[in-house]
Antibody
């Protein structure tokens, strides 16, 4: 059975940092692009970032560009999202998702259950 | 940026009935070089990971029941769920993966009438 498990969420003050991680069982991240998607309370899904299968190509939503960094570690079958300079607007459930290919412009074939990030003073 | 707009926001259908969810993109998401529409549909139930249903606008993911059907091209797309089952209660999202940011529709909440 396939599981993607996000971790690292929690409560953080505005301006603070968090590092989210996503580990998989039952599937491999090697050779696959990986993405992060978030959902703020009461809203729809917002794409955050994607990294190519080889890890060399990354894209970010304008709302997080320059503050968030995505990376993947194929040896440990993990993808991470380093989030700096957090604002209240970053409060959301963060999902990791596997892209169905090594290139970024493909659908997401597996998702995690999400980890909650709350930014509040 | 490409804006994805779904309609309706919510929908109530009788068991065994047909549900139709529409998704409109603000720009063409049909890539001419491969003739593929860069459009996916997902099902999201509370407490569960979102689940891929349809990709390339009309290709059903392995294991997805054939009562789920995706159609459309260019800027207008439809997810049709025929013979609605109780387990189909969920929020359904469309997503374009043609250009970053890979935007989602706002979601359609499907309930049983």
């Amino acid at each position: 059975e396939v599981h993607l498990l996000e971790s690292g969420g929690g409560l953080v003050r505005p301006g603070g940092s968090l590092r989210l991680s996503c580990a998989a069982s039952g599937i491999s991240f090697t050779g696959y692009a990986m993405a992060w998607v978030r959902q703020a309370p009461g809203t729809g899904l917002e794409w955050v970032s994607v990294v190519s299968g080889a890890g060399g190509v990354t894209f970010y939503a304008d709302s997080v560009n320059g503050r968030f960094t995505i990376s993947k570690d194929d040896s440990n079958n993990m993808v991470s999202l380093q989030m700096n300079s957090l604002t209240v607007g970053d409060t959301a459930t963060y999902y990791c998702a596997r892209v169905s290919s090594d290139i970024v412009d493909r659908h997401f074939d597996y998702w995690g259950r999400g980890t909650v990030v709350t930014v509040s003073s | 940026d490409i804006v994805m707009t779904q309609s309706p926001d919510s929908l109530a259908v009788s068991l065994g009935g047909r549900a139709t969810i529409n998704c409109k993109s603000s720009q063409n998401i049909l890539y001419s070089s491969n003739n593929k529409n860069y459009l996916a549909w997902y099902q999201h139930k509370p407490g569960q990971p979102p689940k891929l249903l349809i990709y390339w606008a009309s290709t059903r993911e392995s294991g997805v029941p054939d009562r789920f059907r995706g159609s459309g091209s260019g800027t207008d797309f439809t997810l049709t769920i025929s013979s609605l089952q109780a387990e189909d209660v969920a929020v359904y999202f469309c997503q374009q993966y043609y250009n970053t940011p890979y935007s989602f529709g706002q979601g359609t909440k499907l309930e049983i009438k």
